[in-house]
T-cell receptor, first 112, second 114 residues
Framework: DGGITQSPKYLFRKEGQNVTLSCEQN?????MYWYRQDPGQGLRLIYY???????QKGDIAEGYSVSREKKESFPLTVTSAQKNPTAFYLC???????????FGPGTRLTVT | DAKTTQPPSMDCAEGRAANLPCNHS???????VYWYRQIHSQGPQYIIH???NNETNEMASLIITEDRKSSTLILPHATLRDTAVYYC???????????????FGKGTKLSVKP
């Protein structure tokens, strides 16, 4: 089955630690995205990548970093510089210039 | 990009049609209307999109007014599994070098009741 996987589903970290969230897709999509969702809120774009080895900052990139070394993978690192890292993180992918995005199941990160 | 306005919540009886409105009065000619939904604690799911003609697929119908300033998503026979937050998004398609990102607001929380 084609789709997007995110792991783990729940993640707990201590404040001051960096943490990397995994996102893998086998849809052969060129474009991939990371969003953050806080309780009762819509989604906000963190980073996106239209092609391998290239990525752009979204609306709330501060405190986050990404890499896109392979077409199927777009990991997100939440660094200790992110002031409020506790949130629900969603990864998505799409064909280029296509707004029909396919989302993964999300990772719920809790930092204490 | 045009902004959208949706009611924060709606109820619908199971088996009845759910009609979810969206206002996008500042929409411009090259902007599409997209609908997504998000079931609790899951990733959003694409439903349908349209430019100016009405559209229908296996999930829903999208009715866009002639002046394109508003649209309605119709779930013809709502089930309990349709309980979710529904997002109306307006976005132009840029050819070449598009950012490709969608702007999700707070959406409409649809509760389907037995």
């Amino acid at each position: 089955d084609g789709g997007i996987t995110q792991s783990p589903k729940y993640l707990f970290r201590k404040e001051g630690q960096n943490v990397t969230l995994s996102c893998e897709q086998n849809l052969n999509h060129d474009a991939m995205y990371w969003y953050r969702q806080d309780p009762g809120q819509g989604l906000r774009l963190i980073y996106y990548s239209q092609i391998v080895n290239d990525f752009q900052k979204g609306d709330i990139a501060e405190g986050y970093s990404v890499s896109r070394e392979k077409k199927e993978s777009f990991p997100l690192t939440v660094t200790s510089a992110q002031k409020n890292p506790t949130a629900f993180y969603l990864c998505a992918s799409s064909l280029p210039n296509n707004y029909e995005q396919y989302f993964g199941p999300g990772t719920r990160l809790t930092v204490t | 990009d045009a902004k959208t306005t949706q009611p924060p919540s709606m109820d619908c009886a199971e088996g009845r049609a759910a009609n979810l409105p969206c206002n996008h009065s500042t929409i411009s000619g090259n902007e599409y209307v997209y609908w997504y939904r998000q079931i609790h604690s899951q990733g959003p799911q694409y439903i349908i999109h349209g430019l100016k003609n009405n559209e229908t697929n296996e999930m829903a119908s999208l009715i866009i007014t002639e002046d394109r300033k508003s649209s309605t998503l119709i779930l013809p026979h709502a089930t309990l599994r349709d309980t979710a937050v529904y997002y109306c998004i307006v976005r132009a398609v840029h050819y070449g070098g598009s950012q490709g990102n969608l702007i999700f607001g707070k959406g409409t929380k649809l509760s389907v009741k037995p």
